[in-house]
């Protein structure tokens, strides 16, 4: 409909533009304005408010839209629920997702592939493979064609729910029926290998993927070398890293903070200031990884200063700190012997409302204690109701270290009876420093505490 050289393509043209840059309140006035001029809105016209509603303001304001559009005398299609089952799944919940869904069907609108894709997805965003497994299974009972992105859902999903063994045997039975995956399809399925730290087989697909026309991108590489460096197979990251330079490909900063981050943790700090060099060189622009990994790399050669100009400048620039920023100041302020500066720091994080600050409060803990202040760690300790294993397993350790192994096994028994794991050569270390100082009783009634623990708990 026409109104002085307005239309409703142009509304709904005017609104997508407001909604995708956010300005939802805008949209609702260009759509007043445009109902005022005589403009009549469509289907299409609120399917784009419901889906920028569900993505910017919450399901509920989504969901009263149908309201309106039934007002205006203009039916929900498919795509308007598509928009409502997604923004249900992205909040992972799953009883308003199938609602929506029913609630669909009940209207007489029949679900689509996209439908049916975003169900399957929710299933396995809440950990319930088998009932995604039943959607794909109905997808094929329909005599639908899925799409590559139906197939990415199922690997993908397969993958993080501990099944990579399934999504490779449906990726071989999917070429088999002459599907011909996509540089993504591959990329899915290396990612998901590489984190269930199958690195053989992800090498494998990572050829397959070279050989069969299709070219690997940078994503395809890094994420296999970040998974190397993550096993701890330095040699073999690099190998990847030297491959994928030899073939020409450009690097991005998540490549260089990969190669920077693997180095720093291996100790070869000269060659991770030699990338982080050549990265700047290049004009990467910086994020918050980028940042993260700089400030990482001072901390580890105790610029303490330099990473706290860089912390001013990564402010300045607009990146907002995290709590992974924040965790690696401390961690360099414990390293370089500031303990003060990292207490200070700590009840800065947690003033300014950061989020978890068990890590930071861990390398406080530990700091402490390899400063010689153990009895205010352990006054620390008992004091938080944030604990996990690596914290008692600090504090026993440093204990130890102390020849204090009464306080050690004391410590020692809460945890493993709390159900924490503690590594066995903490424990013995317990039990041979309890008998070295004359405690053999003592050793023995806490062996024996060990050992009923670990049945109670399977640890």
Known sequence: MRFGGFSTRLLNICIASYCRARNIEQAEVILIDGIRLGVLPDVVTYNTLVDAYCKFVDLDAAYLILGRMMEAGISPDVVTYNS???????????????????EMCVRGIAPDLWSYNTLMHSFFKLGKPEEANRVFQDIWSKDWLPCS??????????CKNGYSENALRLFRTLQRRGFTPEVVTYNVLINGLCKAERLGAARKILQELW???????????????????KSRKFNRGLEIFSEMKGKGY?????????????FVK?????????????MMDTGHSFDIVSYNTL????????????????????EKEGWGCDVYTHTILINGLCKSGNIEGALSHLQYMRAMGFGSDL???????????KAGFLDH???????????????????????????????????????LRNGFKIPRSTQRAVLDGLRESGFSSEARKLQTKIYMARLLHSI
């Open 84 to 102: 409502l089952i997604a923004g249900a799944s992205r909040r992972c919940l799953l009883l308003r997702t199938l609602d929506l869904f029913d």
């Open 359 to 369: 890590v930071a409060f861990n390398c406080v803990i530990d700091g402490l204690c």
């Open 250 to 262: 450009t690097f991005d900063s998540f490549a260089y903070c990969t190669v920077i981050a693997a």
């Open 295 to 314: 400030i990482n790399l001072y901390c580890r050669q105790g610029k303490m200063e330099a990473a706290f100009q860089l912390l001013d400048e990564m």
């Open 266 to 278: 291996i100790g070869r700090m000269e060659e991770a200031c030699d990338f982080m060099g050549q």
């Open 149 to 158: 992105d139906t197939y990415n859902i199922m690997i993908n999903g397969l």
């Open 211 to 229: 050989l069969s026309g299709c070219q690997p991108n940078a994503y395809s590489y890094t994420t296999f070398m970040k998974c190397c460096f």
């Open 377 to 415: 760690a352990i006054t620390m300790f008992e004091t938080s109701e944030l604990k996990d294993a690596y914290t008692y397993t600090s504090l026993v350790h440093n204990l130890c270290k102390a020849r204090r192994f009464r306080n050690a096994s004391k410590l020692l028994l809460s945890c």
